[in-house]
């Protein structure tokens, strides 16, 4: 069965800091793989993508996120993080021959506070 | 501006009181789901369905139940709501055409059921 694992549950950084929370997944075959943003208050919003080609996928607001197929990882990196930051960030896979249902399968999330 | 809009966000209910969550999309999407996310647990799909009429189960679907009457409506609906359904849900759609399109999701709606 396939899981996802974030390895940080709480991460707590200052400003200007760098940041890399850790996911990786089971999953033998193809997968699409996700990152979500979800503001306090807010409903859960893409980051990033990766599909397939260059591993190394940028997304919104700065951050980045490098697919590792011989890890089954995919980290999510931003070289300086901002207070406006602080947000819960979910890892998710979807296997791509999952046919129609396009379930996403979740990491637990990660709970940044970026402190000013 | 493309949306996935949900209701109520917030409501408190009793055991056995039936109701039911809407879940609105305006992007003409085949695909839409209800997520039900717990501490602890993540987020663990409810049902989804790939088109009008077309439902499934996720996998967690006991005490739920859905409909596709037409495109962009997929309502959740708990006929007799007990305290374990306490959660936040979370609507979302997609395009089937292109595998991996972006799943949206709406704003969640918080659900205690007393």
């Known amino acids: 069965a396939q899981s996802v694992s974030q390895h940080n549950h709480h991460v707590i950084l200052s400003e200007a800091a760098s940041l890399e929370l850790g996911c990786n997944y089971s999953y033998g075959g193809t997968v699409n793989l996700f990152w979500y943003v979800q503001y306090p208050g807010q409903h859960l919003q893409l980051l990033l993508k990766?599909?397939?080609?260059d591993p190394l996928v940028k997304g919104i607001k700065g951050f980045e996120a490098e697919f590792i197929k011989s890890k089954f990882s995919f980290n999510l990196r931003k070289p300086s993080v901002q207070w406006s930051d602080t947000a819960e960030y979910f890892c998710?896979?979807?296997?791509?021959?999952?046919?129609?249902?396009?379930?996403?399968?979740w990491g637990l999330g990660t709970s940044l506070a970026v402190n000013p | 501006e493309a949306q996935v809009t949900q209701n109520p966000r917030y409501l408190i209910t009793v055991t056995g009181k039936k109701l039911t969550v809407t879940c609105s999309q305006n992007m003409n999407h085949e695909y839409m789901s209800w997520y039900r996310q717990d501490p602890g647990l993540g987020l663990r799909q409810i049902y989804y369905s790939m088109n009008v009429e077309v439902t499934d189960k996720g996998d967690v679907p006991e005490g739920y139940k859905v409909s596709r009457k037409e495109k962009r409506n997929f309502p959740l609906i708990l006929e007799s709501p007990s305290p374990n359904q306490t959660s936040l849900y979370f609507c979302?759609?997609?395009?089937?055409?292109?595998?991996?399109?972006?799943?949206?999701f709406g704003e969640g709606s918080w659900l205690t059921v007393v």
């Open positions: 979302a759609s997609s395009s089937l055409g292109v595998a991996g399109n972006t799943i949206y």
């Open positions: 990766y599909f397939s080609g």
């Open positions: 998710a896979v979807n296997a791509s021959n999952a046919g129609n249902n396009r379930k996403l399968i």
